[in-house]
C-alpha cells in the first residue's frame, strides 16, 4: 500500500508505516467514499467483515494539522438510512457555490449510487450541506436529503441504472456520474454517463437539481 505526502519538501508516495498519525481502526474500510472540502480530507462509507451498520457517517483529517493533533474525527451530522439501505463501493461529488435563490451560497455533498447490505446494486443519491458541521451547534449542523427517492416530494429518480464500482466528479458546478456494473457476481458493466445541475430545478419535478443522460 501506498499514499501521498504533501509532509515532504518533495511531494512523494510513501508507506503508510512512514505515517505517525495512520486510519484508526474503527474507519478502516473497503470500497468507502473520499473527498477533500476546506482544507480537510473526509472519507466514510464502505465496509469491513462486519455488517454496514444503519447510519451514514463521515470523518475528517486535517493533514495541515500539527503532527500532535492529527486525529480523524466525527464530521457533519450522521444520517440514519437503516441497514438494508446502506451502502458500498459508492461514488461522491461536491458542488460549491449552488445559488438558490435565497441569497446563499450553498456548497453540498452528493453520495450515491453502489451495493447494499443484501449485495444488490442501488441507485439512489443523498444530499448533504457543507456548509456548516461540527464546529458549531448542533441545530445548525447541514441536513441530509435523499434527492432521488419517490418518497421526496419533487425529487427526480437517477435515470440511469442500478450501479456500483462508478465513477464522479465535478466540473464547473456540474456533477458527472457514470460507468460502473451491475452488481456482485456479475461482469455487465456500464458506459453510460449522466450529469447532474443543481441550479436547473423545476418546482415538483425535480426541485433538487436534474439529471441528464449524456448523448454517446
Avoid at 142 to 155: L, R
Avoid at 159 to 174: C, D, E, K, L, Y
Amino acid at each position: 500500500e501506498l499514499m501521498i505526502t504533501t509532509i515532504a519538501p518533495v511531494d512523494r508516495w510513501i508507506s503508510p508505516l512512514e505515517v505517525s498519525d495512520p486510519t484508526p481502526d474503527f474507519i478502516k474500510t473497503k470500497g468507502a467514499i473520499s473527498f477533500q472540502y476546506n482544507g480537510y480530507v473526509y472519507m466514510g462509507l464502505g465496509r469491513t467483515a462486519a455488517p454496514l451498520g444503519s447510519t451514514i457517517q463521515l470523518y475528517r483529517y486535517n493533514p495541515s494539522a500539527d503532527p500532535s493533533s492529527r486525529v480523524w474525527e466525527p464530521a457533519y451530522r450522521s444520517l440514519a438510512v437503516g441497514i438494508e439501505n446502506n451502502m458500498s463501493d459508492a461514488v461522491c461529488f461536491v458542488i460549491k457555490d449552488v445559488d438558490e435563490n435565497d441569497g446563499l451560497s450553498h456548497d453540498y455533498l452528493y453520495v450515491g449510487t453502489g451495493l447494499t447490505e443484501s449485495g444488490s446494486a442501488t441507485k439512489e443519491f443523498y444530499r448533504l450541506e457543507l456548509n456548516t458541521n461540527t464546529s458549531g451547534s448542533v441545530s445548525n449542523w447541514g441536513e441530509w436529503v435523499k434527492i432521488t427517492s419517490q418518497t421526496t416530494h419533487g425529487a427526480q429518480q437517477f435515470p440511469g441504472n442500478v450501479r456500483s464500482n462508478a465513477v464522479a466528479f465535478t466540473i464547473n458546478g456540474i456533477g458527472y456520474v457514470g460507468l460502473g456494473k451491475l452488481d456482485i457476481g456479475t461482469d455487465d458493466a456500464f458506459d453510460d454517463f449522466f450529469k447532474f445541475d443543481p441550479e436547473d430545478r423545476k418546482a415538483g419535478e425535480y426541485n433538487y437539481g436534474k439529471w441528464t443522460k449524456l448523448e454517446e
